[in-house]
């Protein structure tokens, strides 16, 4: 048994987990600040203040655990990243909406972490994290039902018994008789769905403000995709007679004033179309109609180019913080030859 006493240095998962952590909390810490100055709705409001205070309060536990271990601190994001001058960029409704779609984001890595870390006092800070944010989500949908505002999955009617697949047309897809979708697959398409029709805001808004041609024309490839991969998914769902989530490009501002940094909006497209990988991939693995799969698996390769060239750019203009690696014992042997 490992002696509790005993100190032991922080495990590759667990930087990867508080290295990951900070990149996104002192984002968000931009984007809460500058939406904070500009937002009206007192509800709304509240809520980005809890948000922010939970974000400044990661990144000062996180680098406590770095310099507890002679680690460098990352660099993340900070107020260069930021203009609190420029005008709101999306309306109150729509950052309503986009802190429910982060949070959800945040309970999704806080489990991941949980599951891999050993230390006690990480698993305990993880924990922590995780249950601080299950309180903001469940403070952002009572205010989301409460306005009315809040996209709810469709329902669907009781049967009067439980059934068992009786035969293999239960997975036809593309010939044959299509059954309607099961509700696994219906949590999939609307979950990806919601996070998708914050993506395009997201898009349309940092387009609208980037100076870089080529970040705005990353942009609006990124929102053609998306619009492309919504409107798949939402003709899946309407096949089903099942009406899909509710878009939002209506709720953008005219601003052409960027309120973050170049840096921080790539940052911000790139990690949303990462986890997306991620969530596709759990759709995919939980469907059972086989156009299903077919389509998940086409969606994914479409993301997945989008994600490496978004990772070009910002190694193009040197805004990739390059995460902690493992030593490279071939650089350190060829240090040490003799001349």
């Known amino acids: 048994m490992e002696n509790s006493h005993q100190y032991v240095g922080l495990s590759s998962s667990e930087l990867a987990s508080l290295w990951t952590q900070y990149q996104d909390d002192s ?7 500058h939406s904070l100055v500009n937002i009206e709705d007192q509800d709304v409001r509240e809520i980005f203040e809890h948000a922010l205070r939970l974000s400044k309060l990661h990144i000062k536990e996180i680098t406590e655990f770095f310099n507890q271990e002679n680690y460098p601190v990352p660099k993340g994001f900070t107020n260069e990243d930021v203009n609190l001058d420029a005008p709101a960029l999306f309306s ?30 990480v698993r305990s800070y993880f924990k922590k ?10 403070e952002i949908v009572e205010i989301m039902l409460q306005k009315g505002t809040f996209n709810r999955p469709p329902s669907l009617n009781a049967p009067d018994h439980i059934d068992f697949v009786k035969d293999q047309n239960y997975l036809n897809g593309w010939f044959g008789k299509q059954r309607p979708l099961n509700a696994v697959e219906i949590s999939g398409l609307t979950f990806n769905s919601q996070k998708l029709f914050m993506k395009i805001v997201l898009e349309m808004g940092f387009s609208q403000v980037t100076n870089s041609k080529e ?6 490839r990124g929102e053609s995709i998306c619009k492309k991969h919504t409107k798949a998914m939402s003709s899946i769902l309407r096949d089903s007679n099942l009406t899909p989530p509710r878009s939002w490009e209506s709720e953008i501002t005219n601003s052409t004033i960027a309120p973050f940094s170049n840096k921080l909006m790539l940052f911000h497209v790139s990690t949303l179309v990462t986890t997306a990988i ?3 991939g ?21 993301i997945m180019l989008y994600a490496e060239d978004g990772t070009n750019l910002m190694i193009k203009n040197g805004w990739l913080e390059q995460p902690p690696m493992a030593s490279d014992r071939q650089e350190l042997a060829e240090k040490n030859e003799s001349p």
Not at 94 to 112: D, S
Request: charged letters at 15%.
């Open 282 to 302: 759990a759709g995919l693995s939980t469907v059972q109609r086989r156009d299903l799969g077919i389509k998940y698996t086409s969606l994914i390769a479409d």
């Open 27 to 33: 984002m968000a810490i931009c984007f809460s600040s």
């Open 129 to 138: 994290c995780n249950t601080e944010t299950m309180q903001l989500y469940d």
């Open 92 to 121: 109150d409704l729509v950052l309503l909406h986009y802190i429910f779609v982060m949070t959800l984001q945040g309970l999704t890595g806080y489990a991941g972490a949980i599951g891999s870390s050993v230390r006690a006092d």
């Open 278 to 280: 991620g969530f596709y």
């Open 215 to 220: 970040l705005r024309k990353y942009f609006q």
